[in-house]
């Protein structure tokens, strides 16, 4: 045994463990409006709990494994923490990468270790619905910002007369649409455009009528509950599907489904996460990320639902193109990537 490898792995070990520790720090933060109120301006414990009204001993703590794990800044002269620029836009601004919501899928995911465990010896499902609610809203605001960041000004030109098409009014289905952000933003940057979103979940569904009626959309943003396999409509300009595919028990039927519902002449923009054909080219932070959410989350949905497919958030665009294929559809390209999505474009 070389102790040198021994001691490497144990210092591998220590990282995982301490952001695993942290990761409910960062979600009381976020809970509590920490980060916020430290964007303005630096403060010793003390001065934050004034500043917050929570208890001086527990923001000790709090902000000392913040600066810790490199969150938060800490200045030994005075004793005051603050947060950087960068910090702040990462952890307290809702419209930036929102890290505080990833931790929140994170621990509202592994709530369910329980019957995760038994599901490994079962082989049963547990579907997307059966978890803590901290899963749906984390994904909604986590997802949401990237999705502003690069739906409208990146992913909608990079495909073939859809901008165009959006601009002089068409019809949209986003099928999976969660909390239905991703509706929203497309019904705010094409005015002449209608969106209905579909998704199985009727909590989330709710939600998303309630968002849609307070920015005053409702006349032509509509969600319904319905499957990726019933969701209504006919000649449908553009079909929508961020992030769900993969999570689907039958991917196949829903690109059956999506291929009746478009018009002879639409479009499927498809986004999937970010993963090689090739397994060992996953190994990499991105990689064991998706790997250990997809333990928890789409591996099981998948086999909770009939249709035999459990593709996982790794699938890698091979199996996404085969779904394809097998669904009909002739044409199937890469239109856009970023370190986390890829982004296809699907035609008749």
């Known amino acids: 045994m070389d102790n ?20 409910g720090s960062v979600v009381i933060g976020h809970r509590l409006g920490l ?65 505080p919501a990833a931790f929140l899928i994170a621990l509202g995911m592994l709530r369910a270790e329980p019957r995760i465990t038994e599901a490994f010896r ?32 990146d992913w909608i030109p990079a495909l073939d007369g859809v901008d165009a098409k959006l601009t002089a009014g068409a019809r949209v289905a986003d099928v999976g649409c969660g909390l239905g952000s991703s509706s929203i933003l497309l019904a705010e940057a ?23 009626a307070e920015k005053g959309l409702t006349d032509r943003v509509g969600f319904e509950v319905a499957t990726a396999q019933t ?3 006919a000649d449908v300009d553009l079909v929508t599907m961020f992030d769900c595919l993969h999570d689907m028990g039958d991917p196949l039927g829903a690109a059956r489904r999506v291929r009746e519902a478009l018009a002879p002449d639409g479009t499927w923009l498809l986004v999937e996460p970010f993963a090689s054909d090739r397994v060992e080219e996953n190994f990499t932070p991105i990689g064991r990320l998706y790997y250990s959410a997809s333990t928890f ?52």
């Open 4 to 23: 040198d490898q021994v001691n490497a792995f144990m210092e591998r070990f220590v990282t995982d463990l301490a952001a695993t520790d942290a990761a």
């Open 35 to 99: 980060y916020r109120a430290l964007t303005r301006g630096p403060a010793t414990p003390e001065e934050f709990a004034e500043r917050t009204g929570c208890h001086p001993r527990y923001l000790t703590e709090w902000l000392r494994g913040q600066a810790a794990g490199g969150y938060v800044e800490h200045d030994p002269r005075t004793g005051r923490f603050s947060l950087t620029e960068e910090q702040a836009f990462c952890l307290a601004d809702p419209d930036g990468p929102n890290v």
């Open 122 to 153: 079962t082989g049963a499902g547990v579907g997307w619905h059966e978890h803590h609610e901290d899963v749906f809203i984390g994904c909604d605001a986590f997802f949401r910002p990237g999705y502003a960041a690069a739906l409208v000004p």
């Open 190 to 212: 094409y005015p002449r455009t209608t969106v209905t979103g579909f998704d199985y979940h009727a909590e989330s569904i709710a939600r998303a009528r309630a968002r849609a």
């Open 231 to 233: 969701f209504t409509g």
């Open 297 to 348: 989350l789409c591996v099981p949905n998948g086999l909770s639902q009939p249709g035999g497919y459990a593709l996982g958030a790794q699938a890698g665009e091979a199996a996404i193109h085969e779904v394809m294929t097998d669904a009909g559809f002739t044409r199937f390209r890469r239109a856009a990537q970023t370190p986390f999505n890829l982004v296809y474009e699907i035609r008749r």
